[in-house]
Nanobody
Framework: QVQLVESGGGLVQPGGSLRLSCTVSASTRRSYGLGWFRQAPGKEREGVACLAGTDSKTYYINSVKGRFTISRDTATGTIYLQMNSLKPEDTGVYYC???????????????????WGQGAQVTVSS
């Protein structure tokens, strides 16, 4: 059974940084792609980033390229989303997720996903 637990959300001013963490159950760590989604109020959930379980290649939605970085600590089973130069439009609930397969689709939202964390609120506001 896949288990994912996020932490690290909060309130930050525009231009600031946050790092989200997600603890992933042992059976999922190396076998599957892992990613981050977000959902803003009144909007659909969108795929933000994906890290392939095969070659650790990463993919990002265009709006966060150059600002966000997804990474993984294989020793602890934790994935991270480092978010820099945050903007008010980055506000939302962020979810980590485990993919069905070890690979990611370059369009993150098209990757088949099989499990989600409970979500962490990120608010970017002055």
């Amino acid at each position: 059974q896949v288990q994912l637990v996020e932490s690290g959300g909060g309130l930050v001013q525009p231009g600031g940084s946050l790092r989200l963490s997600c603890t992933v159950s042992a059976s999922t760590r190396r076998s599957y792609g892992l990613g981050w989604f977000r959902q803003a109020p009144g909007k659909e959930r969108e795929g933000v980033a994906c890290l392939a379980g095969t070659d650790s290649k990463t993919y990002y939605i265009n709006s966060v390229k150059g600002r966000f970085t997804i990474s993984r600590d294989t020793a602890t089973g934790t994935i991270y989303l480092q978010m820099n130069s945050l903007k008010p439009e980055d506000t939302g609930v962020y979810y980590c997720a485990a993919a069905v397969h070890p690979v990611c689709d370059p369009i993150v939202a098209r990757t088949p996903w099989r499990a989600w964390g409970q979500g962490a609120q990120v608010t970017v506001s002055s």
